[in-house]
DNA sequence: TCCTTTCTTGACTTATCGTTCCAGAATTGA
DNA sequence: TCAATTCTGGAACGATAAGTCAAGAAAGGA
């Protein structure tokens, strides 16, 4: 019928990610994103929409991808402790670049809904995983038990954000390896 | 010699502070400025320059207003471990706007040296008053030893930046309040 | 009173933004 | 080969941004 995509419309994508989790939504221009996504101007509004639509799913994209992650870690080992360890140190060393998640939402705070949806799916996702793996180590002896599984998520939450906008103000690895393993200390049975 | 200032510039500077912490430097327009602060767009560039040293004036203020709010706190009680608690109480108490200090390096990072050395000195104010608070809680056996003062410091200050994020995010009062709990727990004896 | 200075107001300039339009090249199926 | 489709690149559009200019109003000092 008619031409093919020339461009990876996912690794287009992908490049967007990378663009809007460096400089926000209103930090990027659309010349940003065409020279980035190497793609054409007409491409980029013909296939992703326009700029907001294209950043929504960027964050989509990346909160997907980042739930992933975390939950990968929460697996890796065999006592939950451990995975909940794991994820930890995966944001501590990953977090020499921004996560767009933090941006977003320190960006637009409530004021999207859309945008605030998204944040919730991906909220959802890793909260439903996260509380099997705190059950599982408050029932192993390895957590301490007098704050609600969903504390202890908010807990786990709140501490990745504040390691990644401490790495973002500057904070080095073993700073930020202390951050983390205070967060987990504050877990500990006693 | 001449006219006098028809308005105060302290009250202009505060309502920018106003609209920086909740739209950031790239989300606010100079014509939302001029109706925030009610002086004349002439008046705004006279007094504060451009937009850029309008916005670095602000957080400065910002910075520095939010230090000493802090220091407060920390010296509010006898017990220095008390002193801990109200900084992070009225941290989830006032979390319900915008902190202009965490936007700001979600927004630019490093990538503004102006900026970096203004948030770096409110930093170390911060980091001097709360390294006293800190040490009088250990040797009060309010606090445990086994961390560094300065881990101390740098995890407070970034549970307070995940409690802020938390907030932007929707969290209510009880769970920031939990957040909270849960961080000074894991400062404490055991 | 008048002069000097500076504030105020609003129009203006210039640049950049997001977005669309257009023409030509490319690629597939018939 | 032809037709249909869609990519590419650049030009163009309207809107809005930051920042400047110019004229008049207001206040203090002589």
Known sequence: MARIKEFDSDKALESAVGVFREHGFDGTSTEMLVKA??????????TFGDKWSLYR???E???SAET???IRELRSNGRAIDGISAMMDRVVAEADRA???VNSICEFGQSRPDL???HLAADHRLRHAARVSIRQAQDAGDMDRSASADAVIDFLIASIAGIRIAARGG????????????ALRALMPR
Request: aromatic share 6%; glycine share 8%.
């Open 37 to 46: 996504m190497k793609i054409g101007r007409q491409s980029l509004y013909d």
């Open 57 to 59: 799913l960027a964050v």
């Open 61 to 63: 994209r990346y909160a």
């Open 68 to 70: 992933e992650a975390h």
């Open 99 to 101: 996560c767009l998640g």
């Open 116 to 118: 605030t949806e998204v």
């Open 171 to 182: 904070a080095g690895q073993e700073a930020l390896q202390s951050l983390a393993r205070l």
